[in-house]
């Protein structure tokens, strides 16, 4: 279990009640009972769970436009209670809608994001960042798939202060937003694992010929993966990841963890296993690097707890 866990209740201040696929409503899959899964799961296994700190805009500037961060401000307070609103600009897809608490929420994120890279850098080694919503999606100036800051970009950006970092992605979906944060930099690796766009959102990126640009060729990596991916097929290209981080030799791992690479997910395409989960964190906890677990997608609420245990057994 890692010595630190950092945790905001202000996630349940984000509760669109739906979103659109085909122009039809569907329930919200990222429920705010997913973290009441992780968090009840945590402590039952003997975790301590601590609220975070509070960091300065300035931040969010380093990975976001202005004027998007206004946006999100301004337009989540001028919603009334149970109000939502729906895509325009800087709203890329259906799966970021907005509701009052929506900035406040995901603002409480990047603190949460924020706190476990400060404490990486106060010597930690293994720290988790239960950050809701999630980040990997959201963009320069575009919210899209979950996502309206990206906690990890935020977070591996602040450690970049301090040397190299690596952001393995392994959630289901490719993290476009973490990747063009780091597109033309060589002092922060996005390597990733993700269901093949061609089928599977976010569509347009993660392909393999997307390996950086300028400076940062080289430096961005993506593995699609076919549906249906099992976990002997899933460990083999997991260790292509690692090896091509070792490589690299960052001086600080993040991860971008989701859980929808689960056979049972909602709104999944692979086949992993509750087990597997901690021959994963085994894997990542091999590349020996201090580490900050942020937490991304994974749609199964019953069973994201004994997921994120099952992982945290392993990654330790
Ligand atoms: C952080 C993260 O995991 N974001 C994922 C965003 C994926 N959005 C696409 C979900 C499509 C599911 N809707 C299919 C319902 C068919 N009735
Ligand atoms: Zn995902």
Same mark, same amino acid.
Do not use: W
């Given at each position: 279990?890692?010595?630190?866990?950092?945790?905001?209740?202000?996630?349940?201040?984000?509760?669109?009640?739906?979103?659109?696929?085909?122009?039809?409503?569907?329930?919200?899959?990222?429920?705010?009972?997913?973290?009441?899964?992780?968090?009840?799961?945590?402590?039952?296994?003997?975790?301590?769970?601590?609220?975070?700190?509070?960091?300065?805009?300035?931040?969010?500037?380093?990975?976001?436009?202005?004027?998007?961060?206004?946006?999100?401000?301004?337009?989540?307070? /001028?919603?009334?209670?149970?109000?939502?609103?729906?895509?325009?600009?800087?709203?890329?897809?259906?799966?970021?809608?907005?509701?009052?608490?929506?900035?406040?929420?995901?603002? #409480?994120?990047?603190?949460?994001?924020?706190?476990?890279?400060?404490?990486?850098?106060?010597?930690?080694?293994?720290?988790?960042?239960?950050?809701?919503?999630?980040? $990997?999606?959201?963009?320069?100036? #575009?919210?899209?798939?979950?996502?309206?800051?990206?906690?990890?970009?935020?977070?591996?950006?602040?450690?970049?202060?301090?040397?190299?970092?690596?952001?393995?992605?392994?959630?289901? $979906?490719?993290?476009?937003?973490?990747?063009?944060?780091?597109?033309?930099?060589?002092?922060?690796?996005?390597? /990733?694992?993700?269901?093949?766009?061609?089928?599977?959102?976010?569509?347009?990126?993660?392909?393999?010929?997307?390996?950086?640009?300028?400076?940062?060729?080289?430096?961005?990596?993506?593995?699609?993966?076919?549906?249906?991916?099992?976990?002997?097929?899933?460990?083999?290209?997991?260790?292509?990841?690692?090896?091509?981080? #070792?490589?690299?030799?960052?001086?600080?791992?993040?991860?971008?963890?989701?859980?929808?690479?689960?056979?049972?997910?909602?709104?999944?395409?692979?086949?992993?296993?509750?087990?597997?989960?901690?021959?994963?964190?085994?894997?990542?906890?091999?590349?020996?690097?201090?580490?900050?677990?942020?937490?991304?997608?994974?749609?199964?609420?019953?069973?994201?707890?004994?997921?994120?245990?099952?992982?945290?057994?392993?990654?330790?």
């Amino acid at each position: 279990m890692p010595e630190r866990i950092i945790y905001s209740e202000d996630h349940v201040l984000h509760n669109p009640p739906f979103e659109i696929y085909d122009g039809v409503k569907d329930p919200y899959a990222e429920d705010p009972a997913r973290m009441t899964s992780i968090v009840d799961a945590i402590i039952q296994a003997g975790g301590v769970i601590e609220p975070p700190q509070q960091f300065p805009d300035s931040n969010l500037l380093r990975v976001h436009h202005p004027a998007y961060i206004d946006f999100l401000r301004q337009r989540s307070a /001028s919603l009334k209670e149970g109000e939502p609103f729906y895509p325009s600009y800087f709203i890329l897809d259906t799966y970021a809608p907005m509701v009052k608490g929506t900035y406040d929420a995901a603002r #409480a994120s990047v603190d949460v994001a924020l706190t476990g890279a400060q404490a990486i850098l106060d010597g930690e080694n293994l720290v988790y960042a239960l950050c809701r919503p999630p980040g $990997h999606h959201a963009q320069n100036r #575009a919210m899209s798939g979950y996502c309206y800051f990206n906690n990890a970009s935020i977070a591996a950006d602040f450690l970049s202060e301090k040397g190299s970092v690596a952001v393995l992605d392994v959630d289901l $979906h490719h993290g476009n937003g973490t990747q063009e944060a780091f597109y033309e930099r060589p002092d922060v690796l996005y390597s /990733s694992l993700h269901v093949d766009p061609a089928v599977k959102f976010p569509y347009s990126t993660g392909f393999t010929d997307e390996i950086g640009k300028r400076e940062g060729i080289g430096f961005n990596r993506n593995t699609p993966l076919a549906i249906g991916t099992t976990d002997s097929e899933y460990s083999d290209a997991l260790s292509g990841e690692i090896e091509y981080i #070792a490589r690299f030799d960052p001086k600080f791992l993040v991860v971008s963890l989701g859980f929808d690479t689960y056979d049972k997910d909602p709104i999944g395409a692979f086949r992993l296993t509750e087990p597997y989960y901690r021959q994963m964190g085994e894997v990542i906890r091999g590349l020996g690097k201090p580490t900050l677990l942020i937490q991304e997608g994974g749609y199964h609420v019953e069973d994201l707890g004994k997921l994120a245990v099952s992982f945290l057994e392993g990654v330790r």
